[in-house]
Each structure stands twice: as C-alpha cells, then as structure tokens.
C-alpha cells in the first residue's frame, strides 16, 4: 500500500475498505514518521492552537498559520493525504471568502483538500468550494469552533431531536459535495446511524467503532497532551513520561559532565590538523564524524 492516498481512493474505501486512518500532525518530523508507519489521511488542524500554542480553545487559530504549518507538513508526506482545517471566521463570512480561504490553504499550504465545521448552515459555502474543484471534507456533532455556543466541549446528538439534526446536518454536507466527513463527540449508535445512511466516508473522533475510519490528535495517542484525556482518546505510547524521564537524564548527566563524552566530541586525541571544524553542517544530514 505504497501508492499516494488520494481522494477518490478514500471514497472508495466506504465500500471495500480499509479503514481509513487519520491522525493530526504539525510538523514535517512527526508527518514523516506518520507517513511511514501507514496513516493515510494527515490533518492539520486547528487543534494545533491547543496542542502546540498552548491556547485553551482552537478559535485563535489564523489561515497563515495552518498554512505555515501545511508547508511543514507537506515536506515530510510520500503517501498520506493531507487536509487542511479551515480555521474559525475562515469560511462563515461568506460562501466567496470561503472559497478565497480554501484555494489559500491549497496554494499556500500544499494542501490537497480542506476540512470544515458545521451542517446545514455550511452547505452553501461547501458547494461552491467544492465547484472550485477543491475536494471537502466535512465536520458534524460536537465541533470545537462553536465551543461558546455549545457550552463547552460536550458530546452532541443525545436524545432523538439531538440527533435527528446531526443526521441532517451530515446529509447536507454530503449533499453539497463533501467526499468524506468528520463526526466528532456522538454516541456510538448514532455514529453507526450515520456511518450507514451515507455514502461518503464517515471518520470517527469519539463517535464509537462503527465508521468507516478514525481521526486522533497526535498528541493526545501518543500521550504527550496531559491537560486533559477524553474520554476517546486512547494513549497508545506514554512519549510526554518518555521525554520527561530523558529531559532529567540529560540535566543530569550536563551538570555531571557525563554528557558530551569521548564519542560526542570532534578531533579528541588526534593531532591538531584534523581537528578542524565539521565538514557536515550541524543539522545536515547524518554522517557520524568528520
Ligand atoms: O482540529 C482538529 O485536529 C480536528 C480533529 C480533531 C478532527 O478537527
């Protein structure tokens, strides 16, 4: 499964599978070892505000940014997809600046298609995008960007008339031409109501093990983001404990002189000729000593 993830093949995952495996990523470091571990979508979303800004909400988060770390993103990707999220105020103003916004987050962030949040009041604003020829991916149930609005992040579609209107609002999305949609924060049974009432793939934040994929933040599965844990998101590696336990043996073994040892130092114990400064520039690529 070496070959570019494009859209079309995620489409045709609905009927023939596999699962289609989505994870954030931020940066050109982290996409590379995503990529080539087999994740075939990379988001970058707004939840970098939250996971690399440190902010408490995503809604400060700008087009430059996500484009900025598009860019970054994109330099480390061979097969993933790569989705970029629209960010709050983005695209509500007006189906035009939408499109101005997404075909920013193509030209100037690298990415291959756009993600955003909301149903039925959205639709419009999807059509014309995706008339653009710029592919869509929507994002129904429990959307962060309205986080004022729903009182905080709770899980949506609870009770019949709850999630009569997530139905809705994810039919509408795909109506307006979306390719495949995030349903975030929903009970299982209605992620797997949904999951079967469309035909565009559905995937899966907090909305059970019935759809046709599942997205996490990086941080969260690979338990570097210790805020808080919802109740979803399984720590499949423990890396923030990791990078704490190495970040106090290397404070230690500096203060101890321990590190840099004998291995760490250029041109100890050979004569002064060869001493030289390094013929590898200090971040270029790994060629052990010079
Ligand atoms: O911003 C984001 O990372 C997202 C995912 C959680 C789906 O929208």
Same mark, same amino acid.
């Given at each position: 499964m070496n070959q570019k993830v494009t859209v079309p093949e995620l489409r045709r995952r609905k009927q023939s599978g596999p699962k289609i495996t989505t994870l954030t990523a931020y940066d050109a470091t982290f996409a590379r070892l995503f990529d080539e571990a087999g994740a $075939?979508?990379?988001?970058? &979303?707004d939840t970098l505000g939250m996971v690399v800004q440190g902010l408490s909400s995503t809604l400060p988060v700008t087009? @430059?940014?996500?484009c900025y770390h598009g860019r970054m993103v994109a330099r480390g990707i061979q097969r993933a997809h790569l989705v970029l999220d629209m960010p709050f105020m983005s695209f509500q103003?007006?189906?035009e600046k939408a499109l @101005? %916004? %997404?075909g920013?987050?193509?030209?100037e962030g690298a990415g291959e298609s756009v993600k955003? @949040? &909301? &149903?039925v009041a959205v639709a419009e604003t999807i059509a014309r995008i995706v008339a653009a020829g710029i592919p869509v991916m929507g994002h129904v149930g429990l959307t962060p960007q309205s986080i004022h609005a729903m009182g905080g992040f709770r899980v949506q579609g609870k009770g019949d008339d709850a999630a009569s209107r997530v139905m809705e609002d994810a039919k509408a999305v795909q109506d307006a031409g979306a390719y495949a949609i995030v349903l975030e924060g929903l009970p299982a049974d209605l992620g797997r109501q949904i999951t079967q009432a469309l035909s565009i793939p559905t995937i899966g934040i907090g909305a059970g093990p019935d759809c046709d994929g599942q997205v996490l933040v990086c941080y969260d599965f690979l338990g570097m983001f @210790? $805020?808080?844990k919802p109740k979803f998101v399984k720590?499949? %590696?423990?890396?923030g404990a990791e990078i704490r336990r190495a970040t106090e043996d290397y404070v230690s073994e500096v203060r101890s002189g321990a590190f840099p040892a004998e291995e760490h130092c250029y041109g100890v114990g050979k004569p002064a000729a060869e001493t030289g400064t390094p013929q590898r520039p200090v971040y270029g690529p790994a060629s052990d000593e010079s």
């Amino acid at each position: 499964m070496n070959q570019k993830v494009t859209v079309p093949e995620l489409r045709r995952r609905k009927q023939s599978g596999p699962k289609i495996t989505t994870l954030t990523a931020y940066d050109a470091t982290f996409a590379r070892l995503f990529d080539e571990a087999g994740a $075939d979508v990379l988001l970058v &979303g707004d939840t970098l505000g939250m996971v690399v800004q440190g902010l408490s909400s995503t809604l400060p988060v700008t087009l @430059e940014e996500i484009c900025y770390h598009g860019r970054m993103v994109a330099r480390g990707i061979q097969r993933a997809h790569l989705v970029l999220d629209m960010p709050f105020m983005s695209f509500q103003v007006s189906s035009e600046k939408a499109l @101005e %916004a %997404a075909g920013r987050l193509m030209k100037e962030g690298a990415g291959e298609s756009v993600k955003l @949040e &909301g &149903g039925v009041a959205v639709a419009e604003t999807i059509a014309r995008i995706v008339a653009a020829g710029i592919p869509v991916m929507g994002h129904v149930g429990l959307t962060p960007q309205s986080i004022h609005a729903m009182g905080g992040f709770r899980v949506q579609g609870k009770g019949d008339d709850a999630a009569s209107r997530v139905m809705e609002d994810a039919k509408a999305v795909q109506d307006a031409g979306a390719y495949a949609i995030v349903l975030e924060g929903l009970p299982a049974d209605l992620g797997r109501q949904i999951t079967q009432a469309l035909s565009i793939p559905t995937i899966g934040i907090g909305a059970g093990p019935d759809c046709d994929g599942q997205v996490l933040v990086c941080y969260d599965f690979l338990g570097m983001f @210790e $805020d808080f844990k919802p109740k979803f998101v399984k720590r499949f %590696a423990q890396l923030g404990a990791e990078i704490r336990r190495a970040t106090e043996d290397y404070v230690s073994e500096v203060r101890s002189g321990a590190f840099p040892a004998e291995e760490h130092c250029y041109g100890v114990g050979k004569p002064a000729a060869e001493t030289g400064t390094p013929q590898r520039p200090v971040y270029g690529p790994a060629s052990d000593e010079s």
